[in-house]
């Protein structure tokens, strides 16, 4: 399966705000992620769905030569915030992220500020090149499946989030091993959207950031959290 991409110069996405937003076919995303096939994807349900499964199935957008020339046409202004994946995910080879579409990609977006979150396996393979991608100014963000393995990942160097409870009313903490977390400050305050936060934009930055499961699976992923907040 050849995976897929659609681009969108200015987003009506309220979450990131008018800015570049890439999507990319559900083939991208691990099996592994506890949020897959019914688990409470936040992209998996809403307006977002849709255009999702549009991608997924080859009525919009293309393959990655789409994307150079989408991503050309659209002539952004030098260092354009650009949400990579609003849905799905890096692309692999069977749980290892494909390192050359990896080093494409951030070659397409030289000169803006692209960033994402992935939810692969962090096994060393993939790590090396999600250290790369971070090194070469394309920032992958790793989405963890405990506030352990987040503070652990932030101690090793990585800009790291994860998931907390819905009913968490933390806004921020610091944990045994002196690690600060931060919410998500567009969770804590109206008008705040990806454009104006760009929190996790920075690969350098000295917290965690912290998401409550949102959206119509939020019980499910409260569910697979489960009671650590």
Known sequence: MITRYH?????????????????????????????????????????LALHWRAVSTGKRGGDLSYLVDAVAKAKLPAGSLVRLNQAGDLPHNNGIINFEVLRQIEAIFTGLRPFTYTHHRQNHENLQYIKWANLAGLTVNLSCDSESQAS???REGFPAV???????????WIDADGVRFQTCPAQLKDGVT????????????????????????????????????
Do not use: M, W
């Open 194 to 229: 990806c454009q104006t936060c760009q929190l996790c934009t920075r690969a350098d930055r000295a917290c965690v950031v912290a998401f409550r499961a949102h959206g119509t699976g939020k019980a499910k992923v409260n569910a697979s959290v489960g009671p650590e907040a």
């Open 152 to 154: 652990l990942r932030h």
């Open 162 to 172: 994860c998931v907390v409870r819905s009913d968490d009313q933390r806004r921020s």
């Open 7 to 47: 681009f969108t110069p200015k987003s009506s996405n309220a979450k990131t705000g008018p800015i570049a937003v890439t999507t990319t076919s559900n083939d991208s995303c691990p099996t592994t992620c506890p949020f897959n096939n019914g688990g409470g994807c936040y992209a998996a349900s809403g307006p």
